[in-house]
T-cell receptor, first 115, second 115 residues
Framework: AQSVTQPDIHITVSEGASLELRCNYSYGATPYLFWYVQSPGQGLQLLLKYFSGDTLVQGIKGFEAEFKRSQSSFNLRKPSVHWSDAAEYFCAVGGALQGAQKLVFGQGTRLTINP | EPEVTQTPSHQVTQMGQEVILRCVPISNHLYFYWYRQILGQKVEFLVSFYNNEISEKSEIFDDQFSVERPDGSNFTLKIRSTKLEDSAMYFC?????????????FGPGTRLTVL
C-alpha cells in the first residue's frame, strides 16, 4: 500500500537559514511525488512535482526537491527561508497509471520561522 | 491563473442534517476529487470522479456520502446524515488533462462543523 512518512512534525529555523524537510514514501510502482504548502486557513498550494527525468526539481518560491529512488525519499529544500515560508508542508505520492489517481499524503511538517 | 473554487467556506450544521459542499473545478480538467482533513491530521482521500462516475473511493466514503456533477461546471459532495466525526476541512481538487501528468490542484476548502 502507498504511504508517506514525514518524520518531522515541527521544525523551527531562523530567517535566512537553510531548510530541509524530509519525506519518505512507499509505493510499488513508479511514483509521482508532490510537495504542497498550506498556510493557516488556506488550501493546498502545489510547490513542485516529480514525474520523471532530472531528479532535482525546482518549484515556486525558491524551493527545490530531490528524488532519490534508492532511499525512497523526496526531500524539500530551500537555501534561505523567509518569514513568509511559515506554513504546513505536505509531501504526497500518487500513481503513474492513467486515469484518476488518488494522492496519499504525509502527516505534514509545520515550519516556524524565528526572526 | 485558473483556480478551483469551493462554497461555502464554512458550514455549520446539526448532527443528522444533510449538507452539500460545492466545488467548481478548473475548466477543461477531466478528473475530480474530494479529500478531507480532520483538525490536526493528515489530508485523506475520499473519492475520485471521471466521466460522470466514481473511479475510486476510500473506506471513509460510505453510503452517507455521494458525489455529483450536476452540470458542466459544478462538482458536489453530499453527506446525507452528518455525524460529529464528519467535522473536518473538505478539499476539492481537479486534475490536468492527461498529457500534463495528472497534477491535482486544490481549492481553498470548506470547513464543516457538525454540532
Amino acid at each position: 500500500a502507498q504511504s508517506v512518512t514525514q518524520p518531522d512534525i515541527h521544525i523551527t529555523v531562523s530567517e535566512g537559514a537553510s531548510l530541509e524537510l524530509r519525506c519518505n514514501y512507499s509505493y510499488g510502482a513508479t511514483p509521482y511525488l508532490f510537495w504542497y504548502v498550506q498556510s493557516p486557513g488556506q488550501g493546498l498550494q502545489l510547490l513542485l512535482k516529480y514525474f520523471s527525468g532530472d531528479t532535482l526539481v525546482q518549484g515556486i518560491k525558491g524551493f527545490e526537491a530531490e528524488f532519490k529512488r534508492s532511499q525512497s525519499s523526496f526531500n524539500l529544500r530551500k537555501p534561505s527561508v523567509h518569514w513568509s515560508d511559515a506554513a504546513e508542508y505536505f509531501c504526497a505520492v500518487g500513481g503513474a497509471l492513467q486515469g484518476a489517481q488518488k494522492l496519499v499524503f504525509g502527516q505534514g511538517t509545520r515550519l516556524t520561522i524565528n526572526p | 491563473e485558473p483556480e478551483v473554487t469551493q462554497t461555502p467556506s464554512h458550514q455549520v450544521t446539526q448532527m443528522g442534517q444533510e449538507v452539500i459542499l460545492r466545488c467548481v473545478p478548473i475548466s477543461n480538467h477531466l478528473y475530480f476529487y474530494w479529500y478531507r482533513q480532520i483538525l490536526g491530521q493528515k489530508v485523506e482521500f475520499l473519492v475520485s470522479f471521471y466521466n460522470n462516475e466514481i473511479s475510486e473511493k476510500s473506506e471513509i466514503f460510505d453510503d452517507q456520502f455521494s458525489v455529483e456533477r450536476p452540470d458542466g461546471s459544478n462538482f458536489t459532495l453530499k453527506i446525507r446524515s452528518t455525524k460529529l466525526e464528519d467535522s473536518a476541512m473538505y478539499f476539492c481538487a481537479s486534475s490536468d488533462i492527461p498529457q500534463a501528468g495528472y497534477t491535482q490542484y486544490f481549492g481553498p476548502g470548506t470547513r464543516l462543523t457538525v454540532l
